[in-house]
C-alpha cells in the first residue's frame, strides 16, 4: 500500500547500500530529484538499471554511487558522451564500473518478464549481432514447439523502481501519461516502489483504464514539483535544453563535476533548493 511521505524519507526506507535501482522515464518524466536523493544520501555499490541512462545516471555514477549499469543505450541525448560514465569505465573513476549491455528490445522484454514473475525473457534479438559474444547475460535457447533458436535473458527484478508522474490521488494511485516507457513494468518486477509526482489531488480524473499503476503497488509517493527537471513533464513544463548543452563541460571535467555536485546537491536540502540554487546560476550567468 502506497505511504504519502517526503522523498528524503523515501530513499532513506526504501533505497539501502548494495540495491539494484531502476530509474525509468523515457524522454520526459525522468525522476531526477530522486536520483538527487540517492546522491544526498550517499548511497553506494547500487547496480544501476535504465534502458536509456542520461545524465541522472551520468551524475549518479560520478557520485560514487555505482559499481554496475544495466543498460541498452547510453548518452547526453543530441549533444554527446557521458563524461562520468566514460571516466568510471575507462579509468575507474570514482570506481570501477561493471556493464552489462543488451539491446532494447531485450531489456524491454526482461521488464516485462520481471513483472510477470518469470526467471528470464525470451525474444528474436541478436541475428547477425556481435553483443551476445560480450555478455554473459544474453544466451540461446531451442523453442520446444518450433525449434527455433531464440534469444533469452535474465529478467529484471529491480529492489527498488524509482519513476516521476504527473499526479496521485491520495490512496497512491499514480496517474501518468504522454510518451511512456517501461514504468509501469519496471514498478510491477521491483520488490519496492517509489514514485514522485508533479501533484496529489483529492481525485485523479482519469479516464477507463489510464490508471496503471494502483496504490497496492505503489511503496511511497512523493511530492516533488519540477522532480523530473531537467527533462520534461507533458503538460506540466518543458525540457531544458540548455542544461543538457551545459552539461557537457559541467561533466567534462572531474574538478568541475565535483564542485557541481557539491553546490547543488550535497549541500542543498532538496530539491526546491536544487532547482533555486541552479536558477541563481542562470541568472548570474545572464548578468
Known amino acids: 500500500m502506497a505511504e504519502l511521505t517526503s522523498l528524503r524519507a523515501a530513499v532513506e526506507s526504501l533505497v539501502r547500500d548494495g540495491d539494484s535501482v531502476a530509474m525509468e522515464g523515457f ?8 536520483g538527487h536523493e540517492v546522491i544526498r544520501q550517499r548511497r553506494k555499490n547500487l547496480v544501476l538499471v535504465r534502458m536509456t541512462p542520461d545524465l541522472i545516471y551520468d551524475q549518479m555514477i560520478g557520485a560514487g554511487c555505482a559499481r554496475k549499469l544495466i543498460f541498452s543505450w547510453g548518452g547526453n541525448p543530441g549533444v554527446g558522451s557521458l563524461h562520468r560514465l566514460r571516466d568510471a569505465v575507462e579509468h575507474g573513476w570514482p570506481h570501477p564500473l561493471e556493464l552489462e549491455e543488451h539491446g532494447h528490445g531485450d531489456l524491454s522484454n526482461a521488464y516485462v518478464a520481471g513483472a510477470s514473475n518469470l526467471p528470464f525473457a525470451v525474444s528474436r534479438d541478436y541475428a547477425g549481432s556481435d553483443l551476445p559474444h560480450h555478455s554473459d547475460a544474453i544466451r540461446f ?12 535473458v535474465p529478467s529484471v527484478r529491480p529492489d527498488v523502481a524509482v519513476i516521476h508522474a504527473q499526479k496521485a490521488d491520495r490512496k497512491g494511485n499514480v496517474l501518468l501519461w504522454g510518451i511512456l516507457g517501461v514504468q509501469k513494468e519496471a514498478v510491477l518486477a521491483a520488490r519496492r516502489a517509489i514514485v514522485t509526482v508533479e501533484e496529489i489531488v483529492d481525485e485523479l480524473e482519469a479516464w477507463p483504464n489510464a490508471c496503471i499503476l494502483p496504490h497496492w503497488i505503489v511503496s511511497a509517493v512523493c511530492r516533488v514539483p519540477g522532480g523530473a527537471h531537467p527533462s520534461y513533464a507533458h503538460g506540466y513544463y518543458e525540457r531544458d535544453n540548455l542544461f543538457y548543452q551545459a552539461w557537457d563541460a559541467i561533466s567534462r571535467d572531474r574538478e568541475s563535476f565535483l564542485a557541481w555536485v557539491k553546490r547543488h546537491i550535497l549541500e542543498t536540502d532538496g530539491f526546491e533548493e536544487f532547482k533555486r540554487v541552479l536558477q541563481e546560476g542562470v541568472a548570474k550567468e545572464v548578468r
Open 27 to 34: 524522454t520526459h518524466l525522468i525522476p531526477f530529484a530522486a
Open 141 to 152: 535457447i531451442e523453442c520446444p514447439f518450433t525449434g527455433e533458436r531464440l534469444a533469452a
